[in-house]
T-cell receptor, first 113, second 112 residues
Framework: ETGVTQTPRHLVMGMTNKKSLKCEQH?????MYWYKQSAKKPLELMFV???????ENNSVPSRFSPECPNSSHLFLHLHTLQPEDSALYLC????????????FGSGTRLTVV | KQEVTQIPAALSVPEGENLVLNCSFT??????LQWFRQDPGKGLTSLLL?????REQTSGRLNASLDKSSGRSTLYIAASQPGDSATYLC???????????FGKGTSLLVTP
C-alpha cells in the first residue's frame, strides 16, 4: 500500500463509548497530523507529531487523546464525545514537520449520537 | 495568526471554460502554499505545491501562481471538465508553527 490510510472510514458512536481512529502512512515521512473538518468551517489542526514526539496540541479537549507509537502510525483515541464532535477527521503526513507538502488520508466520518 | 480567504465561495461554469480560483493570505512569511481538491465526503488530494521561492507550478491543465509579497495565489484551470467538479482548498504553511492554514474552499461545478 502507498500513501496515507485511515480506518475506519465511518464511525457512529454513543457519547459514553470509547473508540480509536487509526492512521498509517507508507511514505517514509517523519511528521503526522490530525485535522478536524466540520461543516462550513476551515480545516482545523488538532495535533502534530514529529518523529513520534508531539510538538503541537492546538487547545484540543482532553476527550481526544492522540498516540504515535512509531513514525508510520498515528491513533486518535476518543472517549465521552459530544454531538458537536461529529465531523470528518483527517490524518496527514509530511516529510518533516517544518518543510514539505502534505499528503492526506481519506478521512474518518465520525457521528456522535 | 495566518488568515486564508478564498474567492469565490462557489462557482458554476459550462464545460470547456477556463477559470481562475483566488486565494489570499494575511502573513507573507510563508514556507509554501498548497492547493488541494476535495470530493464530497472524501479526503484531500494534493494538486500543486509552491515553495515560497517559486512563482508558479504547473500540472496538466492546472497552473498555480504565487505572489508572496501581495499575499495572493491563483489556481488556473484550463478547458474545464465535469470531472473537475469538487471543492478546491488553498492552504498556507507559515514560517512559524506547524499548522497548514486552510481557506474555506471554492466549490466548483462544471456542467456538461
Amino acid at each position: 500500500e502507498t500513501g496515507v490510510t485511515q480506518t475506519p472510514r465511518h464511525l457512529v458512536m454513543g457519547m459514553t463509548n470509547k473508540k480509536s481512529l487509526k492512521c498509517e502512512q507508507h511514505l517514509g515521512h517523519n511528521a503526522m497530523y490530525w485535522y478536524k473538518q466540520s461543516a462550513k468551517k476551515p480545516l482545523e489542526l488538532m495535533f502534530v507529531y514529529s518523529l513520534e514526539e508531539r510538538v503541537e496540541n492546538n487547545s484540543v479537549p482532553s476527550r481526544f487523546s492522540p498516540e504515535c507509537p512509531n513514525s508510520s502510525h498515528l491513533f486518535l483515541h476518543l472517549h465521552t464525545l459530544q454531538p458537536e464532535d461529529s465531523a470528518l477527521y483527517l490524518c496527514a503526513s509530511s516529510p518533516t514537520a517544518s518543510l514539505g507538502g502534505y499528503t492526506f488520508g481519506s478521512g474518518t466520518r465520525l457521528t456522535v449520537v | 495568526k495566518q488568515e486564508v480567504t478564498q474567492i469565490p465561495a462557489a462557482l458554476s461554469v459550462p464545460e470547456g471554460e477556463n477559470l481562475v480560483l483566488n486565494c489570499s493570505f494575511t502573513d507573507s512569511a510563508i514556507y509554501n502554499l498548497q492547493w488541494f481538491r476535495q470530493d464530497p465526503g472524501k479526503g484531500l488530494t494534493s494538486l500543486l505545491l509552491i515553495q515560497s521561492s517559486q512563482r508558479e507550478q504547473t500540472s496538466g491543465r492546472l497552473n498555480a501562481s504565487l505572489d508572496k509579497s501581495s499575499g495572493r495565489s491563483t489556481l488556473y484551470i484550463a478547458a474545464s471538465q465535469p470531472g473537475d467538479s469538487a471543492t478546491y482548498l488553498c492552504a498556507v504553511r507559515s514560517n512559524s508553527g506547524y499548522a497548514l492554514n486552510f481557506g474555506k474552499g471554492t466549490s466548483l461545478l462544471v456542467t456538461p
